[in-house]
């Protein structure tokens, strides 16, 4: 737009921008960036498959491993393909095998690396013609695959590979990383803003920073309206109300907040996500939490089937308050 | 043994795969490049295109041993002369750029993990080929199959060599790319699918056998053909071709072959793949091959061969790591190597420069030692392991001893006493199964398998709980049956409400838990029927297949009710004429399930429509 200061980079997205490029940055899962940061400097990496949820940095990982790994050859010795490439059968049986054969020189203890992005979308025949170039150029190839769920990889392929697995972020190391985008986009904020942005992210990197910079280039402020409003998920202070409401027993009052949330025109699917996640961060009884929580899942199920009316959005907030009256000292 | 692998028939696709092998160990290359320029020659001058009898070079490199120590010699010489001026190289072995799995490759029967007896049936019935002049026995084909990783081309490597006997193997050819395609058919050379190819080589060998090379020896080494690699089939007229293909090889084929196919496991059932192998393999028995099946490696054997590892790469792992990895192969051998060689990254290698730091990593030494613990969570095939921990911690309940007053919320809301439970001494279960990486169908599996043995003897009501609890979980889960778990949003959440409602639930509901003791904690059996009624259900329409030619219109409910027994009543009437061989034959093989599907499918049929059609 207008500031012309930062135009060149404006249209970088942020995840991109701040893209770790170096194993040892990468935030989170320290087990394992730890040994991915000796192989990275020892070499002989051995056949990989990077399994975790979104956003937790299997790919960057891999990335940074190709990049450190191979330094200025990197561009000739990395083959990256992901789900958006073509890689059916034919991809995997040409490009790979003729990156396989191709002649690159490298210094010893190096290797031309083939990264599969999202490999669990690959269908098993490509998969299994990857099984046997995987052996037979094991000596100047090796292979990084991440992927969501390992046991989407064939077991052939899993034989072949060591497997390290990623789980969520933690709040800290995402808000962490955070401090560092926003520090250097010197995006003003408030702690709340950013609270809402890990909130909504769930452990998801990716969406963080997607989040933040969506914010920052909407309203140029962040806080907890502007991040709600960019996310487009009902506030979860209006959401953590109705919860509390439930159990101090104003029934009505909880009832009025959900008809306000269901009139703000959110579906009910987004309503009850963050309730699940209210609840689960809800600091009350055992047997309550446990409820609640069987009572969200039940709700959702039901939303899931087409059946998502405020009825049932209030049914389940009844549901509640039944399972506090029984659950109540008289 | 050099002679035998200069003789071997090996042909390779293009000569730049050739050089290509050699150039990432450029260092070494002029220890190989004399010998190997021999090979690169075609040796069998009879096809000077195709088929490719491709062994490859890395390959064999790997396979006959003494030959790989002859060109290790020199390179070791080399690599001393080079460490020579930097005189530490504590790691020096780890240097050598080559996968674990590969250095450690057996080179003798000893060394193979493989179960001994298996390994005798391989052995002796190669032996029984080789020794005895051709012709007098029917079958020369030996089907040999298993799960990934459990060592079915290593011990017919390792057999072969134990015989001296040359081992050509078919490899896929290099795909053809469309540039060579054009210039293939500037050049009047038409094109051929790598089926075509597969299909040509085995005609070829079945009919003429494998040409010798030119070079003249007194003793002829005898041969053993091993496809390992069998090539894809789409669509049904490719795999029937494939089949034809296959069974003309196993009736009549000279030489002693092995086939390797591997196993998947029941789950991923409804993979294409994994039922054609299936079918082929059946196939291919009912036409005389035969049948070795490898188990998956016992832990011991595995943890033995982790150990002796270990040693020669001066690598310190502690026994019950080792154990770790071992059990969290499932039975992968090659896996478990793999993931040794993951494991032995050791952190304190980045502070391992060229100067020596030993001391200093004797420092750290408890610091690595608590990380290793944390990383060999990590990985592993099998996700049930890291699993374990979390359940351990779960199933036994562990509470504090007395009423924490700060744990009541601050508004005062008091629940009644027998709703009350006091607070979990552990992270928020949520969390610790994040952290486990737990899975919300295979952690309800598990605790509804485990719980009872949890919960003392007489509180019924828990038992009652944390049922009614597992059941609402399962509900909940429902609708991912037989699916794996996807990251889509709302699925998400309702999977993490069911791995919450159950763990939550067996928390909460246990609240007598029996005092502890060990048990061990079993995988679960809940889901068996189901998975052995699709199994049946399978077999039961791929023998309808075989019966009818695929023209029966019949139901499988009447094919298990009806067709089933009558075949098996005419099997006993015509055991011993060979001319109903057609009835007989499906039957025979599948007598044994026979007997136990008519018994299963006519309980579960009604259920079996609604579900599978």
């Known amino acids: 737009m207008a500031s012309s200061s930062h135009s060149s980079n404006y249209d970088i997205p942020w995840v991109e921008k701040y893209r770790p490029s170096k194993v040892a940055d990468i935030v989170g899962n320290p087990d394992a960036v730890s040994r991915l940061q000796v192989i990275a400097r020892d070499g002989n990496m051995p056949n990989l498959i990077l399994a975790g949820p979104p956003g937790t940095g299997k790919t960057t990982s891999i990335l940074a491993l190709a990049h450190e790994l191979l330094g200025p050859n990197a561009k000739e010795a990395v083959l990256e393909l992901n789900a958006s490439d073509d890689r059916g059968i034919d991809v995997v049986r040409n490009k790979i095998k003729m990156f396989a054969q191709k002649k690159v020189t490298l210094p010893p203890g190096q290797h031309k690396i083939v990264i599969l992005d999202e490999a669990d979308s690959m269908t098993s025949g490509a998969q299994q013609a990857l099984r046997r170039t995987m052996e037979i150029y094991s000596n100047s190839t090796r292979f990084a695959l991440a992927c969501n769920t390992s046991s989407k990889i064939i077991e052939p392929i899993q034989s072949r590979c060591a497997i390290v697995r990623f789980s969520r972020l933690s709040d800290q190391e995402i808000l962490g990383r955070l401090m560092v985008v926003v520090g250097a986009e010197q995006v003003p904020y408030v702690p709340e803003g950013l609270e809402a942005i890990i909130f909504t992210a769930d452990g998801d990197m990716r969406q963080a920073l997607n989040n933040l910079q969506a914010t920052y280039s909407g309203f140029h402020f962040v806080n907890q309206e502007n991040v709600f409003k960019v996310c487009d998920q009902p506030h979860p202070l209006h959401v953590k109300n109705m919860v509390r409401q439930v159990l101090e027993g104003k029934f009505d009052e909880a009832c009025s907040g959900m008809k306000h949330l269901y009139d703000l025109g959110y579906s009910p699917t987004d309503i009850i996500t963050t309730l699940f996640r209210i609840i689960k961060n809800y600091d009350m009884a055992e047997y309550l939490k446990l409820e609640f929580m069987k009572e969200t899942g039940f709700a959702h199920m039901r939303i899931c089937d087409g059946v998502g009316s405020y009825l049932q959005l209030c049914g389940l907030l009844a549901k509640f308050a039944l399972a506090r009256d029984t659950a109540r000292a008289a | 043994m050099r002679k035998i692998r200069d003789s071997s028939l090996m042909i390779l696709s293009s000569d730049e795969e050739d050089d290509c092998d050699y150039k990432p160990n450029l260092h070494r290359s002029y220890t190989k490049k004399p010998k190997s320029r021999p090979f690169i020659t075609r040796t069998n001058p009879r096809q000077p295109k195709k088929p490719r009898v491709s062994g490859s070079r ?17 390179e070791e010489d080399f690599e001393e002369l080079f460490s020579g001026s930097k005189v530490s190289a504590g790691s020096g072995t780890s240097n050598v750029n080559e996968l674990w799995v590969d250095k450690y490759k057996p080179h003798s029967l000893e060394e193979l993990a493989v179960h001994k007896k298996k390994v005798e049936e391989v052995k002796s019935w190669f032996e029984e080929r080789l020794k005895t002049t051709k012709g007098n026995l029917i079958n020369n084909v030996v089907v040999i199959n298993g799960k990934a990783g459990v060592g079915k081309s290593t011990t017919v490597h390792v057999i072969a060599s134990h015989f001296g006997a040359r081992l050509c193997e078919w490899n896929t050819p290099t795909p053809t790319i469309w540039q060579e395609h054009v210039h293939n058919t500037n050049t009047g050379i038409q094109y051929t699918s790598k089926l075509d190819e597969f ?61 390797l196919v591997s196993d998947y496991d029941e789950t991923d059932s409804t993979d294409h793949t994994a039922q054609r192998l299936e079918q082929l393999r059946l196939s291919l028995e009912n036409a005389g091959a035969c049948k070795v099946s490898f188990n998956p490696i016992t832990i011991n054997s595995i943890k033995k061969m982790l150990s002796r590892i270990c040693r020669l790469e001066k690598c310190s792992v502690t026994d019950e790591q080792l154990d770790l990895i071992a059990k969290a192969c499932g039975g992968d051998i090659r896996h478990a190597i793999t993931s040794l060689q993951l494991f032995c990254v050791k952190p304190d290698l980045v502070l391992n420069g060229s100067f020596s730091t030993t001391s200093y990593s004797y420092r750290k030494e408890d610091d690595i030692d608590a990380l290793v613990r944390g990383i060999s969570l990590l990985f592993g095939r099998d996700e049930t392991l890291s699993l374990f921990h979390a359940l351990g911690k779960f199933l036994h309940n562990k509470r504090e001893t007395e009423v924490a007053n700060a744990i009541t919320p601050g508004d005062a809301f008091l ?15 949520e969390k610790v199964l994040c952290q486990a990486h737990g899975q919300a169908r295979p952690v309800t599996d598990f605790l509804h398998e485990n719980v009872l043995d949890f919960i003392s003897d007489e509180a019924m009501d828990d038992a009652w709980h944390v049922s009614s609890y597992l059941s609402d979980s399962d509900l909940l889960l429902s609708s991912f049956r037989g699916m794996l778990a996807r990251y889509n949003e709302a699925e998400n959440v309702l999977q993490s409400a069911a791995a919450s409602v159950a763990v939550r639930g067996v928390l909460y509901g246990n609240s007598h838990p029996s005092p502890p003791r060990w048990h061990a904690i079993r995988k679960p059996k809940l889901w068996q029927v189901e998975k052995s009624m699709l199994h049946k259900q399978k077999e039961i329409v791929r023998q309808r297949f075989i019966a009818y030619n695929g023209s029966s219109s019949s139901k499988v409910s009447d094919v298990a009710t009806e067709d089933m027994p009558v075949l098996k009543w005419l099997e ?28 299963d499918d006519r309980e579960n049929d009604d259920d079996d429509e609604i579900e599978e059609w």
């Open chain 2, 199 to 259: 299909v040509n080589f085995i005609e070829k060998t079945r009919k003429y056998g494998l040409i010798p090379s030119s070079s003249s020896e007194d003793a002829k080494p005898s041969i053993i053909l091993l496809i390992d690699d069998l090539p894809m089939t789409n669509g049904r007229v490719a795999f029937e071709r494939l089949q034809s293909c296959l069974l003309h090889l196993v009736r009549s084929t000279q030489l002693p072959t092995a086939i």
């Open chain 2, 415 to 429: 629940v009644r006493e027998n709703f009350s439970r006091l607070s979990l001494k552990m992270d928020a279960p």
């Open chain 2, 572 to 599: 006993c009437r015509a055991s011993g004429f060979e001319d109903n061989q057609a009835l007989v034959h499906c039957n025979k093989t599948h007598d044994e399930s026979c007997d136990r599907m008519s018994l």
């Open chain 2, 58 to 74: 890395s390959r064999s490199s790997r396979d006959s041993p003494s030959l790989f120590e002859q060109v290790g010699f020199p």
